[in-house]
């Protein structure tokens, strides 16, 4: 009997142990039209790194700057990535970076990259065993920043409020970071870059319950500030480094591919960055979020 009782709270434990959920965040893979290019190899490692570590994942996020130019060439290898993979891949939900979008006539920019990845809108939502997905994306077709309309900041509110509970983490996205939060994006680094900023840490001061993802920067997640430093009133916000190639502290490329892993559980979220290139954990960023009451 005593054996018994023993391997049910092993049992127990184990099950607490496990998360409710999990999920990986992505970004700025920059696919090439050429099938060699080591971005697109990087995206194929980083996918199939995924397939095997993490095979109840619900969903890969990918926050922007999908393609580098958004040519129809760089969809196509960008399907064939995905088709290689294909068997157990979880589900792909994308927002759009300047790569993808900007310049050019914002009208066949934005509807090419719709049709390409099977998005809705520029901005979408999802629900998904029980948690909510919000990705944001520019409407203009900016070089380097993101332009969000009266209308997405109203939509955003709304959905934010939506089913809204104050320990239950919302997970938003989207491609530029928020000016002075994440490596990358302070001032003098130059590559924070939303136009309505200051309306959106206002926006999020009331949800200090969300977890936001950001790209475009390359920062690498061993560098400083991979995550915001958290206040009372403002959310988590993350770096999620590159997928293509990354970028250094002291303003240089380097190469490399990395990404999070994120593990939900009832009163945490575990972020944990990864390196793709090694196939190991980065110790450095390896992140707690608590959940809010």
Partial sequence: MAVQQHSQLDERRSAEERPIVSFQVITDTHVRAESEHVHNRNLDKALKD?????????????VGDVTDHGLDAEFAELH???ADNAAELPRLLLTTGNHDVGLG???????????????????HDHWIAGYHFIFLGTERGLELFCDLSDEQLTWLEAKLAENSVANKPKFLFLHQPLLDTVGGSFKAQGWYGVTQDERVKEILSN???????TGHTHWELEAGYARSVETASMPAMFNAASVAYLWTDLDEHKDGSQGYYVDVYEDKVLVKGRDFTTGTWIP??????????
């Fill in 207 to 213: 949800y200090p319950n969300v977890v936001l993802f």
């Fill in 80 to 82: 064939r990535i995905l």
């Fill in 284 to 293: 450095g960023a390896q992140f707690e979020v608590p959940s809010r009451r």
């Fill in 105 to 123: 006539i914002w009208e066949s920019r934005i509807g090419r990259f719709l049709k390409e990845t099977g998005m809705q809108a520029p901005y």
């Fill in 50 to 62: 995924i397939l095997v570590n993490c095979p109840d994942s619900i969903g890969i996020m990918h």
